[in-house]
């Protein structure tokens, strides 16, 4: 049996490889991301496919659609902006066909549906005027995404870990809700995101600060109990963590986002803020409890956490943008220069924004021989990075993936092999 000392030496290897791969490679559980990855979610609405049907362009809608029968509605403007025509068509299906005029300029087409979700697109027919045969268009448009390449379920961002938390049962965070916040089914999204908000920011005002280290292993009921009796402090973390345990109970999608890193000896804006998925208007916003701004928005549309980042770096402070501000016991929307120098610190031109998938936490504490093989096994990652500055790539990722299964392969041959010679030495 001459193989089997050189796939035992084989084994040793691949697991030192697999040990540093965990402990020292960089986003070995993490994969890079891009904008729409990360805020379009599969209980939003986007154009899937579109297709060129005659002299028509064909628009095929995905997504969180509006029940069946559904119609289509298509106010369009031609080419000033300023005469209205409209359009309306009955579909079943998910998909329109619209014919712009030949040779036209682009123009604005806002097409609703069920007359409940709006959206504008910019459509134009540009084919040339020599060609035969099928038409070319022009297909723009800032509020819809067009043919994704990744759409995310909105559970993938969501955890089921505070519903099986067993420090803290979850029948007490539910007493909690319902009694002291007073969060009820019927709330809105914002409601609800209002009245855990304001709950916290009432018991943690004045005791912002570096936490005990009696607070590690702690639930964040447990630690806010530890603020109310003894005074302590409480940092992003910790606040991050409590809104998230509250706002998942209560039924509401919520995930943490952490920015910046550590590089030798050198932090840049590290901090823990959350985003909540807002159902009524299909879109992710921003809630930092511990910079006190709740919900930013422009008026039309609430921002989410990047969102804050390019108007705190590339446009400056839009006295337009308001957020919702703790003080005097209540929330008031203010303006968001309120905040903005002291965010800017976290959400800069250099950020790294790192966003926790549901199977993090939910595979975070995995305990048993069952739980943690597959745990080993899992694929996907349990973060998604973001930034206008990242040289991360997945190779990280994929290593430790391929490792894992390299590993098991060879274990797997090493212990028929170790089998197999030991049965040959009975024999003898």
């Not at 559904?70 to 080419?79: E, I, K, S």
């Not at 509020?143 to 961002?157: G, N, R, S, T």
């Not at 120098?341 to 936490?361: A, C, E, K, P, W």
């Not at 093989?373 to 190779?395: E, G, H």
């Amino acid at each position: 049996m001459k193989l089997f000392p050189k796939v035992s030496v084989l084994l040793i290897i691949l697991a030192l490889l697999n040990y540093a791969s965990r402990k020292w490679i960089p986003a070995a559980y993490t994969e890079v991301a891009d904008y729409n990855s990360l805020y379009l979610t599969d209980a939003g609405i986007y154009v899937s496919n579109t297709q060129v049907y005659h002299d028509s362009l064909e628009l095929h809608f995905d997504g969180t659609l509006p029940p069946a029968p559904r119609q289509f509605t298509l106010h369009v403007y031609p080419g000033n902006n300023t005469d209205t025509s409209f359009d309306t068509i009955h579909y079943s299906g998910n998909f329109l066909r619209y014919k712009p005029a030949v040779a036209g300029p682009t123009h604005a087409v806002a097409i609703t549906i069920n007359n409940s979700d709006s959206f504008v697109l910019n459509i134009g027919d540009i084919t040339p005027q020599n060609k035969t045969g099928e038409h070319q268009y022009e297909l723009v448009s800032r509020e819809l995404v067009v043919k994704p390449k990744v759409v995310h379920p909105l559970q993938a961002w969501t955890t089921n870990f505070w519903f099986t938390e067993t420090r803290v049962p979850v029948s007490e965070v539910q007493k909690l809700l319902h009694d002291s916040v007073m969060v009820r089914d019927q709330d809105s999204t914002v409601d609800k995101v209002l009245k855990i908000s304001s709950f916290i920011l009432k018991r943690i005002a004045g005791h912002l600060g570096n936490p005990p280290d009696s607070f590690a292993g702690k639930h964040p009921l447990q630690q806010l109990y530890d603020v109310q009796n003894k005074g302590a402090k409480v940092w992003c973390g910790n606040i991050s963590a409590l809104f998230s345990c509250l706002a998942s109970v209560a039924g509401i999608p919520v995930r943490t986002v952490q920015t910046g890193d550590f590089k030798d000896n050198i932090g840049s804006g590290i901090h823990i803020f959350c985003e909540v998925y807002i159902r009524e208007k299909r879109c992710w916003s921003y809630v930092d409890l511990t910079m006190n701004a709740v919900l930013p928005n422009d008026g039309k549309r609430y921002l989410n956490g990047m969102d804050v980042q390019r108007l705190l770096t590339y446009s400056g402070t839009d006295s337009v943008v308001r957020t919702l501000h703790y003080a005097n016991d209540s929330l008031a929307s203010v303006p968001f220069t309120v905040m903005a120098q002291d965010i800017g610190f976290y959400l800069h031109r250099n950020t790294v924004f790192n966003f926790s998938y549901g199977r993090f936490l939910d595979n975070y504490n995995v305990t048993g021989w069952k739980k943690q093989m597959i745990n080993f096994f899992n694929y996907k990652p349990y973060y998604a990075i973001y930034s206008d500055n990242a040289t991360t790539t997945r190779c990280a990722f994929w290593l430790r993936v391929v490792l894992n299964y390299a590993l098991a392969f060879v274990l797997l041959i090493w212990i028929i092999l170790g089998i197999v010679k030991i049965t040959a030495g009975r024999k003898r």
